[in-house]
């Protein structure tokens, strides 16, 4: 059975950082694409950014220079790492993974990221 867990999120200001993890069990994290997706309040989810198996990495616009995503295989972990946060950042955080589809099949519960201004 697949999981994958989120953690890290909580309340920061406006400007400081927080790092996230998603663990993966159930399936290896490095054989596929991994993504983090937000929703905010009353808005539907977006991609913020993702690492295929290959390593590549890709990011939203609206994060792009301050967050950073990366892949420990041995800890079958993905991190976002999150600079130089905004007040709009404030979302609850998902991680996901592809399978053998190529599709998002398998989603964490989420963690909550609150920036005050």
């Known amino acids: 059975q697949v999981q994958l867990v989120e953690s890290g999120g909580g309340l920061v200001q406006a400007g400081e950082s927080v790092g996230l993890s998603c663990v993966a069990s159930g399936v290896i994290s490095s054989s596929y694409t991994i993504g983090w997706y937000r929703q905010a309040p009353g808005k539907s989810r977006e991609w913020v950014a993702h690492?295929?198996?290959?390593?590549?990495?890709e990011y939203s616009d609206f994060v792009k220079g301050r967050f950073t995503i990366s892949r420990a295989s041995a800890k079958n972990t993905v991190y976002l790492q999150m600079n130089n946060l905004k007040p709009e950042d404030t979302a609850v955080y998902t991680c996901?993974?592809?399978?053998?589809?190529?599709?998002?099949?398998?989603w964490g519960r989420g963690t909550q990221v609150t920036v005050s201004s």
């Open positions: 996901a993974s592809t399978s053998w589809r190529g599709t998002y099949d398998y």
């Open positions: 690492i295929t198996r290959e390593g590549v990495v």
